[in-house]
């Protein structure tokens, strides 16, 4: 079944750390690019990194520039998304997402998303 | 970065009505690589439309997509009860990718 799989969400304190990882399944992960994708609570969709099939070149929203880190591992069909210093604004389900193509483009997979609360 | 607007934040109707929802980008979509996603409450979106026009794999013909430039629609010719939820649209011709706010799509 082609899916993909979000986990590694919780209740975490302000600056705490947190790392979220994307299992993929069904087909050839490492030909395409993924995303990460959030919904804070009542919001819509904001997108928050990229990285490409290929190069795993990555490319980060302003908003977590410097605190967030995309990674994969094609050998393990995961997708990871490292989150420092975390922030009250960060608190959201993060949804991963599989890119049409190598770059990031529209996204035809979407995981169920897991939830990132960030509180003291 | 293109700022997508979508209208109107609420549309009230009833099953069998017509919808139209518009998307407009701050500036011109390159390619007019525009998505659009259906979301229902609790669940990830699902993509319906891509390039503006092309319907994804299994979305019902009362779907279409239409626009270029800076002016996107979605319409759904015949409201069904499972077509209430939101709608986002998102384009992909530039970096950093962005979706607009939504429009939900709500019974009357």
């Known amino acids: 079944e082609v899916q993909l799989l979000e986990s590694g969400g919780g209740l975490v304190q302000p600056g705490g750390s947190l790392r979220l990882s994307c299992a993929a399944s069904g087909f050839t992960f490492s030909s395409y690019a993924m995303t990460w994708v959030r919904q804070g609570p009542g919001k819509g969709l904001e997108w928050v990194s990229d990285i490409t099939s290929s190069t795993g070149s990555t490319y980060y929203a302003d908003s977590v520039k410097g605190r967030f880190t995309v990674s994969r591992d094609n050998s393990k069909n995961t997708l990871f998304l490292q989150m420092n210093s975390l922030r009250a604004e960060d608190t959201a389900v993060y949804y991963c997402?599989?890119?049409?193509?190598?770059?990031?483009?529209?996204?035809?997979?979407w995981g169920r998303g897991t939830l990132v609360t960030v509180s003291s | 970065e293109i700022v997508l607007t979508q209208s109107p934040g609420t549309l009230s109707l009833s099953p069998g009505e017509r919808a139209t929802l518009s998307c407009r980008a701050s500036?011109?979509?390159?390619?007019?690589?525009l998505a659009w996603y259906q979301q229902k409450r609790g669940q990830a979106p699902r993509l319906l439309i891509y390039?503006?026009?092309s319907r994804a794999t299994g979305i019902p013909d009362r779907f279409s997509g239409s626009g270029s430039g800076t002016d996107f629609t979605l319409t759904i010719s015949r409201l069904e009860p499972e077509d209430f939820a939101v709608y986002y649209c998102q384009q992909y011709g530039s970096s950093p990718l962005t979706f607009g706010g939504g429009t939900k799509v709500e019974i009357k």
């Open positions: 390039g503006a026009s």
């Open positions: 500036q011109s979509v390159s390619s007019n690589y």
């Open positions: 997402a599989k890119s049409h193509q190598w770059l990031p483009f529209y996204f035809d997979l």
